[in-house]
């Protein structure tokens, strides 16, 4: 090694999520020696997350629930999900290798479960481990029989855990990575230290990748990494409910960064993959880009902050879907609330309310952030009753908010809209047809709800319930940030505007654009993490050139 690098590996991976811990993985198994580093000691958003994965085309699991699912409706699917996100060709190599990716993940020891979800939920609960994750439902029948989509499945895979399982997720995969390191592929792990960074070659006119200059608290003193560690991990789950607070109590990690970290080389022999999550917690970065997410809450953790991005642009790397941004707004569980009507301050009719939670919000944010769901006595009395089976902790507290605190309520719907402040003639015309609609399934619902999930809003006293996107403590607004870093479709390397790759250099997960990246249904991020991890691996292990030294 030469002097002026403190360390060297065949691959340099930046991040240690689902998509660094991948990209590792296959790293490993092409037999290159790995370096990881993260910035923190690893997990990332993927350890908070709900650990959901999509996946489809017959997994082992979709068999054992007897859910019958083939590539080609999974592809018919996520074809009006993903949209342009991806080109169509990597769109079907995902669902094609589907199950197989799912059985990879078990391989790892990851464990999911064929227990079917009988409800539409934003998340199942700790009985049920396979579920309807997106629009799957809403779309097979807004499409009809013949339009290529297939019988609607579930697809969303909960990894087999208690709450939210991706901290399982994580430990399975962080596990793996530590496992093939012992196997004697080399993976190396250097926690609390942060790329800052890119080195590229100066003799090299591609201007090649040939390592990452980072700042580290590998020699700080030992009180200096228990802090470090302590403050970020006790941050974590308050800057996801309470984002203010949970900035306040992580600024002393900065602090310690600042004041005790010291310059590390690392050099990258074939190549270097950037996963570093996304950007939703960088203020700056959220306004420049997805201004209309305001007052949303960042689904992310303080790691969040675009840093991965911003390696990539600053050696020409080009950006896509950076404006994509996933702002939550699930009406169920209670499933009964499936069954009210969504309107906007004019009484207009908002979309299906059956649609996934993250469809929900972006038509909201496109009304212009207020909404509220119409109910009757008969559904909010139907709904109350679904609470205790249908929910987790976390998501009782916001049904108890829709049932309770978050509605305003008349004997009439024309009362009933003047005290929300919606317009009642609006709204009494909204109302009629969608009521026709539920009362006949030959006539159609103004906004394709299916027929099973129709029900006449027709007994006083009426509610509506604020499902604005605003700040709430009770109710907030999630928003993941979908865009990043142009790749290849094919190996993952990161791409200049006119087209040209950056030599040496690969993102995945949230830091590159991907299969989610147009728009998030449940699962469809860790997916994308797994396929454009394993894939940037992969490519960067078996691609790269070895670099040149002078
Ligand atoms: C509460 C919650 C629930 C969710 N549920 C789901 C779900 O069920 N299914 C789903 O698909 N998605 C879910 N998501 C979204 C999903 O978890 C993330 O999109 C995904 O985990 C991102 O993975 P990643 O590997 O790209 O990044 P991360 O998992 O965030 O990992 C990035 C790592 O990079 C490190 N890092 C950052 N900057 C640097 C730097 N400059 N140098 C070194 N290291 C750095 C960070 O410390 C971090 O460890 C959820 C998210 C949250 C917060």
């Keep these: 090694m030469p002097p002026d690098w403190d360390f060297e590996a065949d691959v340099v991976v930046v991040g240690f999520g689902a998509a660094g811990a991948c990209a590792a993985l296959e790293a490993a198994a092409a037999g290159r020696s790995v370096l990881i580093l ?40 996520l074809r009006t999900e993903v949209g342009d996100a991806v080109p169509e060709a990597t769109l079907r190599e995902f669902c094609d290798g589907s199950a197989a990716m799912l059985a990879w993940l078990e391989g790892h020891g990851v464990p999911f479960e064929g227990s079917l979800c009988p409800d ?24 009809g029989p013949d339009s290529g989509t297939g019988p609607p499945a579930p697809r969303g895979h909960r990894t087999l855990g208690r709450g939210t399982s991706g901290g399982l997720l994580y430990a399975r995969l962080a596990a793996a990575v530590r496992g093939a390191g012992v196997r004697g592929a080399g993976v190396r792990v250097l926690t609390q230290t942060a790329a800052r960074h890119l080195v590229t070659d100066p003799a090299d006119p591609a201007g090649r990748v040939t390592g990452v200059q980072c700042s580290s608290l590998r020699r700080a003193p030992g009180w200096v990494r228990l802090a470090h560690r302590v403050v970020h991990r006790l941050s974590v789950k308050p800057y996801l409910y309470l984002p203010k607070l949970g900035r306040v109590l992580h600024r002393p990690a900065g602090w310690l960064e600042r004041r005790y970290a010291r310059p590390l080389r690392i050099a990258a022999r074939h190549g270097v993959v950037l996963a570093a999550g996304g950007f939703a917690a960088s203020r700056p970065m959220m306004r420049a880009h997805a201004p209309n997410a305001r007052g949303g809450l960042p689904l992310a953790t303080p790691g969040d902050d675009g840093s991965g991005i911003g390696l990539g642009t600053e050696i020409g790397g080009a950006t896509a879907f950076l404006d994509r941004v996933s702002v939550w707004r699930f009406l169920s569980p209670p499933p009964a609330l499936l069954g009210g009507v969504l309107v906007d301050r004019a009484g207009q009719r908002i979309c299906d309310e059956s649609r996934y939670g993250a469809a929900l919000g972006d038509a909201i944010v ?17 709904a109350r009753r679904q609470v205790r089976r249908s929910t987790l902790w976390f998501q009782r507290l916001q049904a108890w908010y829709l049932l309770s605190l978050g509605a305003v309520r008349a004997p009439t719907v024309a009362g009933v809209a003047a005290r929300a402040g919606v317009d009642p003639g609006g709204l009494a015309a909204t109302l009629a047809a969608c009521n026709a609609a539920a009362r006949d399934p030959a006539v159609p619902d103004p ?17 509506l319930i604020d499902v604005s996107v605003r700040p709430r403590l009770f109710y907030p607004a999630p928003v993941l ?42 699962g469809l991020s860790l997916a994308d993490c797994v396929f454009s991890g394993r894939r940037a691996g992969h490519h960067a292990a078996t691609e790269g050139v070895t670099l040149r030294r002078t």
């Design 38 to 77: 993260d910035r923190f000691c690893g997990g990332g958003a993927t350890a908070l997350s709900g650990g959901v994965v999509y996946a489809g085309g017959g997994t082992a699991q979709q068999r054992a629930a007897g859910v019958t699912d083939t590539p080609a409706a999974m592809l018919g699917y």
């Design 120 to 143: 539409k939920t934003s998340y199942p609960t700790n009985r049920h481990f396979l579920y309807y994750s997106g629009s799957e439902l809403s779309a097979a029948d807004a499409s």
């Design 366 to 382: 496109r009304h212009g952030g207020r909404a509220w769901l119409l109910v009757d006595a008969r559904t909010r009395a139907e």
């Design 447 to 463: 906004a394709g709800k299916p027929a099973a999930v129709r029900r006449p809003q027709d007994q006083p006293p009426y509610y």
């Design 481 to 522: 940030t979908l865009g990043g870093l142009v790749v290849s479709p094919q190996t993952g390397q990161v791409l200049r505007p006119d087209g040209r790759p950056v030599a040496g250099l690969y993102a995945a997960g949230r830091t590159a654009a991907g299969l989610c990246s147009r728009s998030y249904v449940s």
